[in-house]
């Protein structure tokens, strides 16, 4: 079964400051992609960066990074020089390459401050 | 624009109603995907759907039902049998998965039931 665990609640930065949202996963497959879904109040998911199981680097999406670390089961997500639209829940999500069921973490909230 | 349309944006439903959400896509995706998602939570798998006539059970299926005639919809309905239906539906679509995991799912804007 897979599992996917943000610990963060909430988390708080400062704009245009750096944030990183963390996301541990538990599978067994051993091919998998994990993503990152942004949702505002309005309630859209919207997807910003994916990474492979496969995948050698970390993948960047303009200010979106992902920190990944393959032997730490960890998919953290690097906003870069935070903007007051930042502020929004933010979901990890995982799905194995052979099955359509997409796993989502509890989410965190972000809060961007002036 | 290519997308997800969910309809209706809010609804109320009755005790001992049935209600049905819509969702309609444009993106010529295979697989279509229906989500709840409660305050402050993630997003729980309702019901799946990889091709036309075919769908799968998620998670929490139980007091929910689903149809696939056309591919792009794929009808959600809620039932009298669940008994906690106030929460924030969330319709998906993806290109079906053969042997790669990167597609992302693309999201609808959700319809958000409420009980009367």
């Known amino acids: 079964a897979q599992k996917i665990t943000q610990t963060q609640p909430g988390m708080f930065v400062q704009e245009k400051e750096a944030v990183t949202l963390d996301c541990t996963y538990d599978t067994s497959d051993p091919s998998y992609g994990l993503f990152w879904y942004k949702q505002p109040s309005s309630g859209e998911m919207i997807f910003l960066i994916y990474q492979g199981s496969y995948d050698q680097q970390n993948a960047t999406e303009g200010r979106y990074s992902l920190n990944f670390q393959k032997a730490r089961k960890s998919a953290n997500l690097v906003i870069s020089a935070s903007q007051l639209g930042d502020s929004a829940m933010y979901f990890c999500a995982m799905r194995a390459y052979n099955n359509n069921d997409m796993r989502f973490g509890a989410g965190t909230r972000l809060t961007v401050k002036p | 624009d290519g997308g997800i349309t969910q309809s209706p944006k809010y609804l109320f439903r009755k005790e001992g109603q049935n209600v049905t959400l819509s969702c309609e896509q444009n993106l010529n995706h295979d697989a279509m995907y229906w989500y709840r998602q409660d305050p402050g939570q993630g997003l729980r798998l309702i019901y799946y759907?990889?091709?036309?006539?075919?769908?799968q059970k998620g998670d929490i299926a139980e007091g929910y039902s689903v149809s696939r005639e056309k591919k792009e919809s794929f009808p959600l309905t809620v039932t009298s049998a669940q008994k906690n239906p106030t929460a924030f539906y969330l319709c998906?679509?993806?290109?079906?998965?053969?042997?790669?995991?990167?597609?992302?799912?693309?999201f609808g804007d959700g319809t958000r039931l409420s009980i009367l």
């Open positions: 998906a679509s993806s290109i079906r998965i053969r042997g790669t995991g990167s597609q992302p799912q693309h």
């Open positions: 759907s990889q091709i036309v006539n075919d769908f």
